[in-house]
């Protein structure tokens, strides 16, 4: 096992490299970090038997140390972990974000898993995604059925923002681009709003160069028919095998140009399509739509950030 160090987050946080092997790009790791309870938490807390991995959505990484204290406050393990090529675990001439499918990251999530200690040591699973990260962990989890406990999706990027029947007609142009160009370049359609939004509200901290970028990643067609294929395999049903809570934003807002709203809706994702594509996934889901969140539901203006921790608490109440 390797080596817990400080993380960038300060006390109370630390970090593990997990080894990956390498690729056509060099050496591959993710990285997973870890919040502990404190002693008293730890003892009487109703989470006490529980462990939580975090997965972080596109252009993203681990930071929100608030949904942290959430779980280690009511006794449960926190970890977070950031995929190969995405922060802490992106490495120089790496293509950030980079897979040409999903479920590649099923050894990240299962070198997490042996580092947590979670089957052997008998306790409960909560998996936490947000975004793309979501649609991963949806994915991991039907095919992993019965690992996990609970899964609890913050806007899960389960559809394509055109809609199903958009990404019906796209998916054959998108992969066959895939394969003779997976590395190619795609015109940048991220004009920084969301970003905007969430430094208006307060809520984005300062990030290490190049760990999320104000108008995301490059995107690249091999990573896009990765998507578009998952969205396809929720669009025909499957079974994460365990209840799901699904966290919207009561709205959404195209990002075509600044708009005042984007500070109170979703601004990435069309959160009434993803509503109807939760419901494909588990035959027990419950979705909260939370008024005035962002696309990131605990990044939003405080009192939507108050009603969506309180969702989360409602959800958890029940896994206890």
């Given at each position: 096992?390797?080596?817990?160090?400080?993380?960038?987050?300060?006390?109370?946080?630390?970090?593990?490299?997990?080894?990956?092997?390498?690729?056509?790009?060099?050496?591959?790791v993710?990285?997973?970090v870890?919040?502990?309870?404190?002693?008293?938490?730890?003892?009487?807390?109703?989470?006490?038997?529980?462990?939580?991995?975090?997965?972080?959505?596109?252009?993203?990484?681990?930071?929100?140390?608030?949904?942290?204290?959430?779980?280690?406050?009511?006794?449960?393990?926190?970890?977070?972990?950031?995929?190969?090529?995405?922060?802490r675990?992106?490495?120089?001439?790496?293509?950030?974000?980079?897979?040409?499918?999903?479920?590649?990251?099923?050894?990240?999530?299962?070198?997490?898993?042996?580092?947590?200690?979670?089957?052997?040591?008998?306790?409960?699973?909560?998996?936490?995604?947000?975004?793309?990260?979501g649609?991963?962990?949806?994915?991991?989890?039907?095919?992993?059925?019965?690992?996990?406990?609970?899964?609890?999706?913050?806007?899960?990027?389960?559809?394509?923002?055109?809609?199903?029947?958009?990404r019906?007609?796209?998916?054959?142009?998108?992969?066959?681009?895939?394969?003779?160009?997976?590395?190619?370049?795609?015109?940048?359609?991220?004009?920084?709003?969301?970003t905007?939004?969430?430094?208006?509200?307060?809520?984005?901290?300062?990030?290490?160069?190049?760990?999320?970028?104000?108008?995301?990643?490059?995107?690249?067609?091999?990573?896009?028919?990765?998507?578009?294929?998952g969205?396809?395999?929720?669009?025909?049903?499957?079974?994460?095998?365990?209840?799901a809570l699904?966290?919207?934003?009561?709205r959404?807002?195209?990002?075509?140009?600044?708009?005042?709203?984007?500070?109170?809706?979703?601004?990435?994702?069309?959160?009434?399509?993803?509503?109807?594509?939760?419901?494909?996934i588990?035959?027990?889901?419950?979705?909260?739509?939370?008024?005035?969140?962002?696309?990131?539901?605990?990044?939003?203006?405080?009192?939507?950030?108050?009603?969506?921790?309180?969702?989360?608490?409602?959800?958890?109440?029940?896994?206890?």
């Amino acid at each position: 096992m390797g080596e817990w160090r400080p993380d960038i987050l300060g006390d109370g946080f630390e970090q593990q490299t997990l080894p990956l092997g390498s690729d056509a790009e060099g050496e591959v790791v993710a990285t997973l970090v870890r919040s502990r309870p404190h002693a008293g938490a730890r003892l009487f807390g109703a989470l006490r038997e529980v462990d939580v991995l975090y997965v972080h959505g596109w252009s993203d990484y681990f930071f929100q140390t608030d949904l942290a204290r959430f779980f280690t406050d009511r006794g449960a393990r926190f970890h977070a972990l950031d995929l190969r090529k995405y922060g802490r675990s992106l490495r120089p001439g790496q293509a950030p974000g980079y897979v040409a499918a999903l479920d590649v990251y099923d050894a990240d999530i299962a070198a997490a898993l042996e580092v947590m200690g979670t089957s052997a040591e008998g306790r409960r699973l909560v998996l936490l995604g947000h975004s793309t990260g979501g649609l991963t962990l949806t994915l991991w989890a039907a095919r992993h059925p019965g690992v996990a406990d609970a899964l609890v999706l913050n806007s899960p990027w389960l559809e394509l923002q055109l809609g199903p029947l958009a990404r019906q007609a796209l998916a054959p142009i998108v992969q066959a681009r895939a394969r003779f160009d997976p590395l190619g370049t795609h015109p940048v359609v991220d004009l920084g709003f969301y970003t905007r939004a969430q430094r208006d509200l307060g809520t984005l901290p300062d990030s290490p160069e190049g760990w999320r970028p104000a108008q995301g990643f490059p995107t690249h067609p091999g990573w896009l028919a990765a998507i578009i294929a998952g969205h396809a395999r929720v669009a025909s049903g499957v079974d994460v095998g365990c209840p799901a809570l699904v966290l919207l934003s009561a709205r959404s807002t195209p990002a075509l140009s600044w708009n005042d709203a984007m500070r109170a809706t979703d601004s990435v994702l069309v959160v009434d399509d993803i509503a109807r594509a939760a419901t494909r996934i588990s035959s027990t889901v419950t979705i909260t739509r939370i008024d005035g969140a962002l696309h990131d539901v605990f990044l939003s203006a405080p009192d939507a950030r108050a009603r969506a921790f309180d969702a989360l608490d409602a959800g958890m109440r029940g896994l206890a």
